[in-house]
């Protein structure tokens, strides 16, 4: 079956068969739709036939990652989420929510508009985000920390709720004055997990910081000012030239020029 197939069957499935479908942009693990149900636009999620294994634990099937971004959304606090999260036990699973308004800042940046100037404004602003995020610490009651799983060699007595895959393709803007843009949220939290707050670097530095360097100062300084806390960068750089390397033997970029600066970057620790 095609995504569109899949995806109107789940409509049937949840009563409403005749439901207006238009898909939105995919991500590697999943399918997303923009859908009419109750009169309410929504946004439904159910896992690709050919989705990414989990980074942290390959052998986590799609359903537990669609469950644990529910338990993670509920967990949030002070950070803008898809609000009204429903797991529905379809065949396949599938997730619906509201729609946070805006575009994503990885489309707006790769469609030209934003600058050196904003997309430092914007990684300002998503250090607050995720300085915000961290402030949620793992529970010390097993039952309660449960909800999801801790993330390898963490420290429990130190683990922060982590998105796991914070980037710009993953945090909605919308303009604001002048060319300047606002963040308005975070979606796509199916690599939630509790670990130590350098892990939730990680994302940005290997995806827009190893070729736009004063991006990071400008998204460090809007994480220490949120939450006054120091981030060990050396840390942050050891993580980061780890999963570098990870990804250029198991999912190498398509890229020749992103590879080479990738190889440079770790070449460079």
Known sequence: MTPEQIARSLCKQLG???APLVQARD????HLFHVVLGGEPRLLKFARADCLPDPYDASRPPDARLRAEGRAIQLARDVEVPSDYQI????PLCSTMAVIPGTTAEI???AGRLDEEGLNAVCLQMGRTLAALHTRRRPGNPADAAALPDLAGADPTNARLLHLDFHLGNVLIRPALATRYAVMGVVDWTC???GPPEADFVEMQVSVFTTNPRARGAFITGYRRYSGLAVDLVEVERRSAAEIRRRLVEDPPDDPVLTRRWKDWVDRR
Do not use: I, K, L, V
């Open 16 to 18: 409403a068969p005749e």
């Open 27 to 30: 991500g590697r693990e999943h």
């Open 88 to 91: 529905h036990e379809t065949t």
């Open 108 to 110: 707006a940046y790769e």
């Open 192 to 194: 939630a997990r509790w």
